[in-house]
C-alpha cells in the first residue's frame, strides 16, 4: 500500500517541485515509525525525481538525520519542515510586494505551489487581482492551478499556450516559478516559461521569478531529460520526430528579479 502511495507522488507530472516535496514529506510524517521504509523510500525517491535542486537538498537532509534520530524526533523534522515551508511563502510574498503593489492582472503557467501561495496570500490582501494562465501542456497543469485559484474566489482566465504572448501584453506582470536557478542567474522551469518571458520582455512587462533558496545550484548547464512522446502524439511515423519537454532554460537577461524568501537577486 505505501510503495503505491509513494509511486502516486512521484509520478505526479502536475506538481511543482516544492509541491512534490511537501507531499514526500507528508507520506514520511505517515510512516514515522518505519525507518526501513523511509531509507529504501529515499533511494527511490532521489533515483526517479532527484533531478530536481529542492528535492536532493531535502533527501540529503533528510538522510543525514535519521542515522542519529529516534522516532519522535525524525516526526518533530518532519513537522518542522513542514511549518518552515509554510513560513517561506509568506516571505516570498512579502519580498514581491514592493514591486508589485499597483499590479492586478497576473500572467503564469503550469502549477507552481509557490505561486499559488503567493497568489493566495495576494488575494487576502487585494480582491481585484485577476490572473491568466496558460493550460500549460501536455499535462495541462495550468487547468489544476486555475482551479485552486478558483476554489478561494480568485478571477481566472485560462488560455492556450499559443496564446500567451498576445495575453501577456494586455497583463501587468509575468509570475513563474523555478526547478532549479542555475549557477549563472539562468532558471530552470516548466517549458513554456521562455516564451512567455520573452513576450514579457518585448511588450516590457516585468517577469518574476518565485522560488525558495534551496533551489539555487551549483550547476551552470542543464540536461535535458526525455519524456514520453505519447503524451504529445501517440502517432508513430519514421519521418516523425516527437519532443516532450517538460522544462527548459530562461536566460538571466529576461528575468526581473528573482524573488526568494531572503529578498531579490
Known amino acids: 500500500m505505501n510503495h503505491r502511495v509513494l509511486n502516486k507522488i512521484l509520478s505526479d507530472n502536475t506538481s511543482g517541485s516544492t ?19 523511509i531509507k529504501n523510500s529515499i533511494q527511490k525517491i532521489n533515483s526517479q525525481v532527484g533531478s530536481f535542486e529542492i528535492v536532493m537538498e ?22 518542522l519542515f513542514e511549518e518552515r515551508t509554510s513560513n517561506m511563502f509568506i516571505k516570498i510574498y512579502q519580498n514581491l510586494k514592493p514591486f508589485v503593489k499597483k499590479r492586478k492582472c497576473i500572467f503564469t503557467l503550469s502549477n507552481s505551489k509557490t505561486v499559488f501561495e ?45 496564446n500567451s504572448a498576445e495575453c501577456i501584453s494586455n497583463c501587468d506582470v509575468v509570475l513563474i516559478g523555478a526547478d532549479k536557478i542555475l549557477a549563472n542567474g539562468n532558471v530552470v522551469n516548466k517549458t513554456g516559461s521562455l516564451s512567455s518571458s520573452i513576450a514579457a520582455a518585448y511588450y516590457n512587462k516585468p517577469l518574476f521569478v518565485l522560488s525558495s533558496e534551496n533551489k539555487f545550484s551549483k550547476q551552470t548547464a542543464y540536461k535535458k531529460k526525455v519524456y514520453n512522446p ?18 527548459e532554460v530562461i536566460p538571466k537577461k529576461l528575468i526581473t528579479k528573482i524573488i526568494t524568501e531572503k529578498g531579490s537577486y
Do not use: C
Open 230 to 247: 505519447n503524451e504529445i502524439w501517440n502517432y508513430k511515423h519514421r519521418n516523425l520526430k516527437i519532443d516532450n519537454d517538460y522544462f
Open 118 to 162: 503567493v497568489l493566495n496570500l495576494w488575494y487576502g490582501e487585494n480582491k481585484n487581482i485577476k490572473v491568466v494562465i496558460s493550460e500549460s501542456r501536455p499535462s495541462l497543469e495550468g487547468r489544476v492551478l486555475a482551479k485552486k485559484l478558483l476554489t478561494i474566489g480568485v478571477k481566472v482566465k485560462l488560455i492556450t499556450d499559443a
Open 58 to 79: 531535502y533527501t540529503k537532509k533528510l538522510s543525514d538525520f535519521i542515522k542519529y534520530a529516534n522516532h519522535k524526533e525524525l516526526k518533530k523534522y518532519l513537522q
Open 19 to 37: 509541491d512534490l516535496v511537501l507531499k514526500i514529506n507528508k507520506f514520511f510524517m505517515k510512516n514515522s515509525d518505519d525507518f526501513e521504509l
